[in-house]
């Protein structure tokens, strides 16, 4: 099972790595990518939307891996985890929102580098909520201890994505 779990693991993390590059527009040399691996032809827009269903998709394969679903639990479980996802996917369309501000914004003003900082919190405080939403639902199909492994594991993904995404976005200069 450890082996099943680490090449889920490894494969995900390989997307994951894979994410600053995809976020890449003219950047700097941490964030460039080579030619010939870019698409011509799509926009940053559906490099990123295509980022992002890899990455859903492999977030479950890891969350599948490493729970110990019963039969019974699996059948109530995914339809729970999908709103989940479906809900998780719209707070982080803000959060994609606001790293193409940041790349198309290399020049930022005091008011816009503030409304930025906030913005980013808000984001952050929304996953929170979400969580706590879902904490209850996930209760209704698995034990206390199932649904506070479901959401170390999904934490541990989500910070994994987003050391990724910052790490790919250049800090704001005084």
């Known amino acids: 099972m450890f082996k099943k779990s680490l090449a889920v693991m490894l494969t995900f993390s390989s997307s994951v790595f894979a994410a600053p590059m995809l976020l890449a527009q003219g950047g700097t040399e941490q964030t460039a990518q080579p030619a010939a691996a870019r698409n011509p032809e799509m926009t940053i827009d559906q490099e990123i939307a295509m980022m992002r269903s890899d990455l859903r998709s492999n977030r479950k394969q890891v969350i599948a891996a490493n729970m110990k679903l019963t039969d019974t639990e699996a059948e109530k479980f995914w339809p729970i985890y999908d709103q989940y996802v479906n809900e998780l996917v719209t ?84």
């Open 91 to 174: 707070i982080n369309n803000a959060k994609y929102d606001l790293i193409k501000v940041y790349l198309q914004n290399t020049n930022m003003t005091e008011d816009q580098a503030d409304t930025l900082a906030k913005r980013w919190v808000e984001v952050d405080a929304s996953v929170a909520q979400l969580r706590l939403k879902y904490i209850p639902i996930f209760r209704t199909v698995l034990s206390a201890k199932g649904t506070a492994m479901f959401f170390q594991i999904d934490r541990r993904v989500q910070m994994m994505i987003d050391l990724q995404l910052a790490s790919a976005v250049p800090l704001i200069q005084p």
